[in-house]
């Protein structure tokens, strides 16, 4: 399918070599414009159920360009989203995507007290399952935001069942990130003692810096030229990436929301290109879920794909 997803010979995470074709995954964050937050300054929780939702359109969006390129993907739904738009995950599933978590209410991890992670990452993962009738064992925190203070999250991911995680983000940023943390998927040992898989999202080296090439705002403000270039050499570094948007990123003509001028840049600069953009990389590179890249490398069981 990609011209960058032929047969090569990889290791796994545990130095085993072996010979497969490249399996990049690609993840939507299933969450509204007014979810995000680089706007929840401007947009109260209690004015959500207002807002004019424009989720369901933008992922039926979604799904119509991932199937006309064969692509799967996983889905980390808001439990927010699941609650308001049950149909709208069971449509994501019936079309062969993986379901995975993003939380409940799009609180930062930092912000939250243990007791409120663990009892709403546990309802919304329950949601989804009892949505779709199997098993959730992804999860990625709302705006990146297990950090080094936040890694005890990690040991409460465990205890709920999950058995991967693709939060964290080996940059530097004012929001979120671990400069020095691992950069390909790997099993992480908690701050408890206990074992999970970690997708990092996807970065490249340039002289020594670690350049965001995997998604989101990166992938809208960025020279489009830079992320195709940092995707394609790490395919070439015989290593899977891990490529992530929002299903408002593909939507231009939503609500413009006051807001501080940064959060302005972050969230609608190059609105009206994303789309063009997703169906280039869909084109030239080969994706599928993340559950199905972990197990192509040994990290999750077959039991699983």
């Given at each position: 399918?990609?011209?960058?997803?032929?047969?090569?010979?990889?290791s796994s995470a545990f130095g085993d070599v072996l010979t497969m074709s490249i399996v990049n995954a690609l993840t939507v964050d299933v969450e509204d414009y007014f979810?995000?937050?680089?706007?929840?300054?401007?947009?109260?929780?209690?004015?959500?159920?207002?807002?004019?939702?424009?989720?369901?359109g933008n992922i039926h969006k979604l799904l119509a360009i991932f199937e006309k390129f064969d692509a799967r993907a996983t889905f980390f739904v808001?439990?927010?989203v699941a609650e308001h738009y049950p149909h709208l995950v069971r449509e994501i599933a019936q079309h062969g995507h993986e379901i995975a978590c993003h939380g409940l209410s799009h609180r930062l991890v930092y912000d939250q007290p243990r007791e409120e992670f663990y009892e709403e990452t546990r309802r919304a993962k329950q949601l989804l399952e009892d949505l779709t009738g199997s098993a959730v064992l992804g999860y990625r925190a709302a705006s990146y935001s297990i950090v080094r203070r936040s890694l005890w999250a990690l040991d409460i991911l465990v205890d709920l069942g999950f058995s991967y995680d693709s939060s964290i983000f080996p940059v530097r940023h004012d929001r979120?990130?671990?400069?020095?943390?691992?950069?390909?998927?790997?099993?992480?040992?908690?701050?408890?003692?206990?074992?999970?898989?970690?997708?990092?999202?996807?970065?490249?080296?340039?002289?020594?810096?670690?350049?965001?090439?995997?998604?989101?705002?990166y992938f809208r403000i960025l020279p489009f030229w830079l992320t195709?270039?940092?995707?394609?050499?790490?395919?070439?570094?015989?290593?899977?990436?891990?490529?992530?948007?929002?299903?408002?990123?593909?939507?231009?003509?939503?609500?413009?929301?006051?807001?501080?001028w940064l959060s302005r840049y972050r969230h609608y600069t190059n609105l009206d290109k994303s789309e063009h953009r997703?169906?280039?990389?869909?084109?030239?590179?080969?994706?599928?879920?993340a559950r199905e890249g972990l197990t192509q490398l040994g990290l999750l069981s077959d039991h699983y794909a």
């Open positions: 399918m990609g011209c960058f997803g032929g047969d090569v010979v990889i979810h995000v937050s680089a706007l929840a300054d401007s947009i109260g929780r209690d004015t959500w159920a207002t807002r004019e939702p424009r989720v369901a808001l439990g927010w979120y990130g671990i400069p020095d943390a691992e950069r390909w998927p790997h099993r992480l040992s908690t701050p408890g003692g206990k074992v999970i898989v970690e997708w990092p999202l996807s970065t490249v080296q340039v002289l020594g810096l670690k350049i965001p090439v995997s998604g989101g705002g195709r270039w940092g995707l394609k050499s790490i395919n070439r570094e015989e290593r899977p990436f891990i490529f992530y948007l929002h299903p408002w990123e593909i939507d231009p003509e939503q609500p413009r929301v006051s807001t501080s997703l169906q280039v990389l869909l084109r030239e590179f080969r994706f599928s879920t």
